[in-house]
């Protein structure tokens, strides 16, 4: 396709093709710079920040599963002032979207991270409220409609970048959260965040994980991430972003066909350096076999 579009806009920012590195997986770019030029991706999303550093959880924090992997990685980070100082330049000179993942234990962290990323050259922000609410018995903020509501209109009276919330699937209802986020100000949202999962030693009859949980990612939550994500897509005017299990292009152009406007590409990342730009010239390469002058036309196209 080469003459066709594949620019995409989500709430007033232009990306030059729809394939986003998703936060967690890609940390901040440079490793994945050494073996390509990142500008050729339509954005990143940063490992997720907070207001100070984190060590992560304890080891280990990474297990395989079918199809799929479980982290408990725990938001490792070097904290908001090292990312703004040594991050946020270098990612900067790069001609690619930035995101700007924040995270928080209350809602006076998230609202302090907003202020503070408002303030800085990030293209975007994307709110984790994937993290347990300290102050509400580690309930996380995703969870229940209310208090997605609560976060994302305190963080709305603060932000002056773009608002995307990424929103948790460990929930009853995947509608009611999302209209919630919504209607609390957020111009769009980003799902699917990982799935609480466990492993076993049977041997040893112990975790695998030291935290005994983690989030389940990989091809095994796809099918679940496209249903979450065309449920989500149809009860919300904003744009939705769809990530969960892509590993290969027809992956990506079923989000969006479902209803996302663009996707991220999470733990591809790890068993494959290059799947990002492999994705991005397979999305091409549909689009020329199909005669599609541009992607934006594949969106919501799904015959029920």
Request: glycine letters at 10%; aromatic letters at 6%.
């Amino acid at each position: 396709m080469t003459d066709g579009n594949m620019k995409v806009n989500i709430a007033g920012v232009e990306f030059k093709n729809p394939v986003i590195a998703a936060s967690g997986t890609f940390g901040f770019g440079r490793e994945y710079g050494e073996y390509y030029d990142i500008a050729c991706l339509g954005g990143i999303s940063v490992k997720g920040l907070t207001p100070e550093p984190r060590a992560g959880n304890a080891a280990p924090r990474v297990a395989e599963t079918p199809s799929g992997m479980l982290n408990s990685v725990g938001l490792q980070n070097p904290g908001i002032d090292a990312f703004l100082a040594q991050e946020l330049p270098a990612l900067r000179a790069k001609d690619v979207v930035i995101l700007a993942n924040a995270a928080g234990r209350s809602v006076d962290e998230y609202v302090y991270m907003a202020r503070r990323l408002s303030d800085s050259a990030v293209d975007m922000i994307e709110l984790n409220i994937s993290c347990p609410n300290v102050k509400q018995g580690g309930v996380a903020f995703g969870a229940l409609p209310q208090s997605v509501y609560d976060v994302v209109s305190a963080v709305r009276k603060v932000c002056t970048k773009p608002l995307m919330v990424k929103l948790s699937p460990n929930t009853a209802d995947i509608t009611l959260t999302a209209r919630a986020a919504e209607d609390a100000g957020a111009d769009a949202l980003s799902l699917i965040n990982t799935l609480t999962g466990m492993a076993i030693d049977l041997d040893r009859r112990r975790p695998i994980l030291a935290n005994v949980t983690g989030g389940l990612s990989g091809p095994a939550v796809k099918p679940v991430a496209l249903r979450m994500v065309y449920q989500a897509a149809h009860a919300v005017r904003i744009p939705v972003v769809g990530m969960g299990g892509i590993m290969t292009a027809r992956d990506a152009l079923e989000f969006l066909v479902c209803g996302a406007r663009a996707i991220m590409v999470g733990t591809a990342n790890f068993s494959d350096p290059f799947a990002c730009p492999r994705i991005i010239e397979g999305i091409k390469d549909y689009c020329a076999q199909h005669h599609i002058a541009d992607i934006n036309a594949l969106v919501n196209t799904l015959a029920v």
